[in-house]
């Protein structure tokens, strides 16, 4: 019997696909220190729960114009 695991991390674009978030907005969060990154080399991954945490962050209203 095999039990299926989720993703531990993921790349920025696997972090995009998988949040249905945009690469540039995930960018955005990493530099400004809102999403935790860590790097394998120069390359940058991202928690699953480090994501999951940043998503609950986020507003849950949108921004009025």
Given at each position: ?65
């Amino acid at each position: 019997m095999s039990i299926a695991i989720g993703a531990v991390s993921y790349t920025l674009d696997g972090a995009a696909e998988a949040s249905g978030i945009g690469r540039t907005t995930l960018e955005r969060a990493r530099d400004a220190g809102d999403l935790i990154c860590h790097y394998v080399g120069r390359k940058p991954v991202i928690r699953a729960v480090d994501l999951d945490e940043w998503v609950q962050s986020l507003p849950t209203e949108k921004e009025s114009a």
